[in-house]
């Protein structure tokens, strides 16, 4: 993966979290998240880990994933930037096998 990053902005806090906003880690640790999908919130109306990031190192390498608060990323982290376009994801499915299924 390639990031092209223009220059930078001023870090912000506060703001809501949308797709492809990308976070710097407010603790230092050398990568940023990226959210890459919010959960919807289920039928008990929890706020828990409904934010999906993902880490993305400087350099492009994805180091990891993670699910947060809405609030702890709006309030927790400095947004940075966002993402201008985003990769599509295409899944080939696995047919059953043709053996599958049957019983010997």
């Known amino acids: 993966m390639k990031i092209i990053m223009t220059p930078t902005i001023s870090p912000r806090r506060g703001e809501p979290v949308v797709l492809g906003n990308v976070y710097a ?4 640790a050398p990568h940023f998240k990226v959210v890459v999908g919010i959960v919807a919130r289920d039928k008990w109306n929890r706020p828990y880990n409904r934010i999906v990031c993902l880490h993305i190192s400087a350099v492009g390498l994805v180091v990891g994933a993670s699910r947060y608060p809405e609030e702890y990323i709006s309030q927790h982290n400095d947004l940075v930037g966002k993402v201008k376009s985003m990769p599509e994801l295409k ?10 299924g049957k019983m010997k």
């Open 25 to 28: 880690n407010s603790h230092g």
């Open 91 to 100: 899944i080939e499915w696995l047919r059953p096998h043709p053996q599958q």
